[in-house]
């Protein structure tokens, strides 16, 4: 065939036609949408009054999400889900819970009336990784609105929470995490929600905003690890030292951090933000992408 102009464009056209219908298919095929790849956050939420903007943590919350497309979904990993094995909620309307107790009225009566995704908790319920069970008698504990009612205040995402097993170690959790990766490219955003210094019986009330040396030290360990990517040692946090032992009483606030951290690619930023400690407790927060 004599190659002109007409059939050239004729050419190019079938050339881009035959690319989107191969795609098209291979969409189908997958059955989902080929879709960007959302960030994973870590965030330490701290006091449940955080919630109440606005305060510069609740101003950051919100921000954190303008420069990427809204998720279908969110999965939240949060500390207040500390159980024996693995579980994930699988209610179409998933509750508000109110996990405390001595704050104001105005928190009680906040109601977080996400949609639940049933059909994403059935698929991480055929994990081959973790036996992962599916349950409709929790909802979303403040680990997880607190936060949520701030980075999307419509509630107009589908949000899963996926439980902490107690009687695991961090390396096992690590591990597991990365089993989550793919989600991320399926329009599933990852929230990692706890405190990487957590001692409440040390917090001191009268000075809230003077943090202890020991939290310092500890919070300053973590970060260098993380920027370090030393992964393995943060996963065995018990072997970091005296300052880490107290800072981590128990893991149940630490370990949201190694889910975050697992689905970290190797070329992706990791930013830290909201770097504050309060007494015992450390605020700082992170965003992978």
């Known amino acids: 065939m004599k190659l002109n102009r007409k059939n050239f464009l004729l050419g190019t056209a079938g050339l881009l036609f ?12 997958r059955g989902e949408k080929m879709m960007q790849k959302l960030p994973v956050f870590f965030v330490g939420h701290g006091s449940p009054m955080n919630a109440l903007g606005p305060n510069p943590l609740a101003d950051t919350w919100a921000e954190s999400t303008k420069d990427f497309p809204e998720p279908k979904a969110i999965l939240s990993i949060s500390a207040h889900w500390f159980t024996k094995g693995t579980y994930v909620t699988s209610n179409q309307s998933p509750p508000t819970i109110h996990d405390f107790y001595g704050f104001p009225q105005e928190l009680f009566d906040v109601q977080y009336s996400a949609p639940g995704d049933p059909k994403l908790a059935e698929e ?3 994990s081959k990784d973790a036996q992962v069970i599916q349950d409709d008698s929790w909802g979303l504990d403040h680990g997880t609105w607190s936060v949520l009612r701030n980075m999307y205040p419509k509630a107009n995402i589908p949000v899963v929470q996926l ?3 107690a009687t695991k170690p961090g ?17 599933v955003l990852v929230l990692g929600s706890g405190d990487l210094v957590h001692n409440l019986r040390l917090y001191d009330w009268k000075n809230q905003d003077k943090a202890h040396d020991w939290a310092l030290d500890a919070n300053e360990t973590f970060k260098d690890l993380i920027q370090k990517r030393d992964w393995k040692s943060l996963a065995n946090y018990q072997k970091l030292g005296t300052a880490v032992q107290i800072a981590i009483p128990t893991p149940e606030h630490y ?16 930013r830290f933000y909201n770097d504050i400690i309060q007494s015992s407790v450390s605020l700082t927060s992170m965003k992978i992408s």
């Open 18 to 29: 035959g690319s989107a219908a191969i795609r098209s298919l291979f969409e189908n095929i």
């Open 124 to 126: 991480l319920s055929k």
């Open 163 to 165: 439980s902490l097993d």
């Open 171 to 187: 390396e096992w959790h690590y591990e597991f995490a990365k089993s989550l990766s793919k989600l991320r490219e399926q329009g």
């Open 255 to 270: 370990f949201p951090m190694l889910y975050a951290l697992a689905l970290a690619d190797e070329k992706e930023e990791i």
